[in-house]
């Protein structure tokens, strides 16, 4: 594919730090032009950023092109994720004020005023290389930033059709389109180096090589985790709803959200009948041999095997030899006991490989979270089905995780959903568990900075013995 014209920057021998600077020059210019912009102007500029993902031919398009460039997925998931996304992501935006005064607290005497962090430098990866940059854009702009993607070299071709998409949109309304820009092909760990030395923002969805890489640059980097879900299927949980559940979430896009379902752990009481439940949604039980056999196809040399990861279940099936016997199922379950080095199961699988386990009691459901938690994923997000609120909360307050979900299909409720508070997004934070500034869904709010406009007010200031009293009377002075 032709680069665009916006990518064809003459800087003689290409230099990766000359290439950064001149694209980060051009988006201070679009950000200078679009610095007086009202909210009203801003909005428009987000909706046609979603427009162009959303409409349904470029959403359709883009789908096919993703997955024919990656190998990964399957195009129809991602048209749903794609408008879906967008659409969420829009809907979040709309509500938010994010030019001039944001809010004021006469009683604290303070008025808070939005103001651009600067040029971001957006990371994008290979499995969401439309989606992810549409969503980074939008967010980008609502604060009147610009943006350069870093896409994924396996994704570089669709997201470069993204950005083309994105900037014609932005010409139509007379916006600059050099808010929104890629790096050219072709793209690679000098480039993107570059671009986040450059830039005043790096926020990084993707590898975590990436997130580190980001954290060095000594540029302010935001970060996310990797994904393992664990999910418990508890004692009182309706099963064949969370079976449901579970089967629609994993099988999403072929399990390439890190929000994909990777464990169940199933309380000993309901354990047979969940097993069933699954497999009327579309599991199918490996026995020992074809455990094996999945485990020997999808990992080689203790690496996830890229040419099986994200595939259609036929295409997974057939090369783990299990084509006839797994006919009409959705997914593949393995059993397990374990987790660990010695437990690959237990791992991040991006595949329709769901890892059960059984648990003698609550207590041993969270200390089995806990040892999957520990081989990837602690600080990303843990999901259970229940009817006993109190285990939901439990696993809350008691657990290392940015985010418990209650009954739903977790890849549909984790980075946001119509039946979800938390915000829509491609990208979530794992706190300091996982070595992340942030514990949320990646949302406009990271994308500003805040003035403080404060005045006096009446003081506030409370008597030693307020504060100290209860201490002193426990302990003496």
């Known amino acids: 594919m032709s680069q665009p014209a916006h990518a064809r920057i003459d800087v003689g021998e290409r230099d990766p730090v000359s290439v950064a600077g001149a694209l980060v020059r ?45 190998g990964l997925g399957n195009a129809a998931d991602k048209v749903v994720k794609n408008q879906r996304k967008t659409f969420g992501t829009l809907r979040d935006l709309m509500r938010a004020k994010t030019v001039g005064i944001i809010e004021e607290r006469p009683e604290l005497g303070l008025v808070k005023y939005a103001k651009p962090v600067g040029v971001v430098g957006a990371v994008t990866p290979s499995t969401n290389p439309s989606a992810t940059p549409v969503n980074k854009a939008m967010m980008a702009l609502k604060g009147r930033n610009a943006i ?36 050219p092909a072709p793209v690679d760990k000098a480039l993107t180096h570059a671009l986040m030395e450059a830039c005043d923002l790096v926020v990084v969805t993707g590898s975590q090589s990436n997130v580190r890489a980001a954290y060095r640059s000594g540029t302010p980097a935001i970060g996310v985790g990797a994904g393992n879900v664990p999910v418990i299927v508890d004692s009182s949980a309706r099963l064949d709803e969370a079976a449901a559940k579970i089967a629609a979430s994993k099988c999403f ?36 041999a074809e455990k094996e ?7 080689v040399d203790g690496r996830l095997n890229r040419r099986v990861i994200a595939k259609d279940f036929g295409v997974f099936a057939a090369a ?13 379950m393995v059993e397990e006991t374990g987790a660990g080095p010695d437990h690959p199961f237990s791992d991040e699988k991006l595949a329709l490989v769901l890892t059960v386990y059984r648990a003698r009691d609550f207590d041993d459901a969270m200390d089995r979270v806990r040892a999957i938690m520990a081989v990837k994923g602690r600080g990303h997000s843990v999901g259970i089905h229940t009817q006993e609120m109190a285990h939901a909360r439990r696993l809350a307050e008691e657990l290392d995780t940015a985010r418990v979900l209650v009954n739903m299909a977790h890849t549909f409720g984790n980075g946001g959903g119509f039946d979800s508070g938390l915000n829509f997004t491609l990208s979530m934070g794992c706190g300091t568990w996982q070595g992340n500034s942030i514990s949320e869904n990646l949302n406009y709010r990271h994308f500003l900075n805040i003035t403080h406009l404060a005045v006096p007010i009446p003081e506030d200031r409370p008597s030693e013995e307020a504060l100290f009293g209860a201490y002193w009377a426990k302990y003496g002075k």
């Open 26 to 70: 051009r988006a201070r210019a679009a950000m200078e032009a679009f610095a007086d912009s009202d909210q009203a102007r801003v909005d428009e500029a987000v909706t046609a950023l979603a427009w162009s993902l959303y409409k349904p031919e470029n959403a359709e398009a883009l789908a096919a092109m993703a997955v024919d460039d990656t």
């Open 148 to 183: 350069v993607i870093a896409p994924s070299p396996a994704g570089l071709a669709t997201t470069t059709r993204t950005v083309e998409l994105m900037r014609a949109e932005l010409r139509k309304i007379g916006a600059p389109a050099d808010l929104v820009q890629v790096l």
């Open 253 to 288: 896009d072929n399990a390439t959200s890190c929000s994909s379902e990777n464990a169940a752990i199933v309380l000993d009481d309901v354990y047979e009948d969940a097993l069933a439940a699954l497999q009327r949604a579309g599991g199918y039980l490996a026995d020992a």
């Open 293 to 299: 056999a999945i485990h020997n196809t999808l990992w």
């Open 320 to 332: 783990c030899g299990l084509g006839d016997k797994a006919q009409g199922a959705r997914f593949f």
